[in-house]
């Protein structure tokens, strides 16, 4: 669900500026970076930090249903700009 801001359901106060791996690695559309990435968050799972790792699957969840003015999905987004 997006609200006014277009940022779904996630509060304002909750929205940061990715860690800059992610940004760098989403920048350069690298699935090498991201796969280092989600290795850490393994490190996560292995050392008991559940809180933490619920945040970050909700968080998941919450992105890749969020929409822009145009109703699309970063899915969308994505396939649109594909070859581009």
Same mark, same amino acid.
């Given at each position: 669900?997006?609200?006014? %801001? @277009?940022? @779904?359901? $996630? =509060? =304002?106060?909750?929205?940061?500026? =990715?860690?800059a @791996? #992610? +940004?760098?690695?989403? $920048?350069? &559309? ?9 290795k850490q +968050?393994?490190?996560?799972?292995l050392? &008991? %930090? #559940?809180?933490? #790792?619920?945040q970050?699957? *909700?968080? $998941?969840l *919450? ?5 822009? #003015? *145009?109703?699309?999905? =970063?899915? %969308?987004?994505?396939?649109?700009? +594909? &070859?581009?």
């Amino acid at each position: 669900m997006t609200d006014s %801001h @277009g940022t @779904g359901s $996630i =509060p =304002p106060e909750n929205l940061s500026t =990715p860690p800059a @791996g #992610l +940004y760098d690695a989403a $920048i350069m &559309g690298s699935v090498a970076a991201l796969d280092d990435l989600l290795k850490q +968050y393994w490190k996560a799972a292995l050392t &008991g %930090h #559940l809180k933490f #790792l619920k945040q970050l699957f *909700e968080l $998941i969840l *919450e992105l890749a249903s969020e929409q822009d #003015l *145009e109703k699309c999905t =970063p899915r %969308h987004l994505a396939v649109l700009s +594909y &070859g581009t």
